[in-house]
């Protein structure tokens, strides 16, 4: 069963930083690229960041270009998101994300807030 473990949300001021973890169990974690979504309140979810099976090519959304880098550790099955320079139209609920076998998996969340 696959899931999806995600952490390290939280409550920062705008210019602060954050790290999002998301550990995940059931698929060999090294044969899927690995996907970071975001959701504001009353907007659609939107997808973040990407990276492939190696972690050698990475792609991003506009607007956190230069701000935000997703990583990942295969000896950990973990991918991370490293979120700096936070504004305050960065406030959502953060979601990891895989697609094995057909299907959609998505952790439950982590609330990233940037409030002064």
């Known amino acids: 069963q696959v899931l999806l473990v995600e952490s390290g949300g939280g409550l920062v001021q705008p210019g602060g930083s954050l790290t999002l973890s998301c550990l995940a169990y059931?698929?060999?974690?090294?044969?899927?690229?690995m996907n970071w979504f975001r959701q504001a309140p009353g907007v659609e979810r939107e997808p973040v960041a990407s990276?492939?099976?190696?972690?050698?090519?990475?792609n991003y959304t506009e607007s956190v270009k230069g701000r935000f880098t997703i990583s990942r550790d295969n000896s950990k099955s973990t991918v991370y998101l490293q979120m700096n320079n936070l504004v305050p139209e960065d406030t959502a609920v953060y979601y990891c994300?895989?697609?094995?076998?057909?299907?959609?998996?998505w952790g439950q969340g982590t609330q990233v807030s940037v409030s002064s």
């Open positions: 990276i492939d099976r190696a972690g050698g090519k990475t």
């Open positions: 059931g698929f060999t974690f090294s044969t899927r690229a």
């Open positions: 994300h895989v697609r094995r076998s057909g299907e959609d998996y």
